[in-house]
């Protein structure tokens, strides 16, 4: 299990791909990191949070930038067209300000996205 973990963080460009049993992995993000569509006809109402935001850029101070320009706009490509599988979709403003590489704030990106679902959640049950 320990070495699908490790795959499933396995950033194109930044690591190696992991090799199991035969096969490379690497991370999941940029294959299905919105998988709404997986939810259809097996829930009432499907609720999609996305923390993972594209700005505007000017330019590219490192090769590190640039490297997340191209992964952020791998993850956007994806969720863009899954958006319409959710009945709401959250977009918070307030995760602008992480980066793609702000693991240390792992528990502050999850938990904006939390709360903004929890809210959501307390005005669709309070109709």
Do not use: W
């Not at 939810?39 to 923390?51: A, E, F, P, R, S």
């Not at 992964?71 to 602008?96: L, M, Q, T, W």
């Amino acid at each position: 299990m320990f070495d699908f973990v490790i795959a499933s963080a396995s950033i194109p460009i930044i690591y190696k791909p992991k090799f199991i049993n035969g096969c490379y992995y690497v991370d999941g993000g940029l294959t299905n990191n919105f998988p709404a569509r997986i939810l259809q006809g097996k829930c009432d109402k499907i609720i999609g949070i996305h923390v993972n935001h594209i700005e505007e850029v000017k330019e590219f101070p490192n090769l590190v930038s640039l490297v997340e320009r191209i992964y952020r706009i791998g993850i956007y490509s994806n969720v863009s067209h899954k958006i319409s599988a959710c009945d709401y979709f959250i977009d918070p403003p307030e995760a602008r300000k992480y980066d793609t590489f702000d693991f240390d704030k792992f528990d502050e990106i999850y938990n904006l996205g939390y709360k903004k679902g929890l809210e959501l959640v307390k005005k669709i049950t309070e109709k």
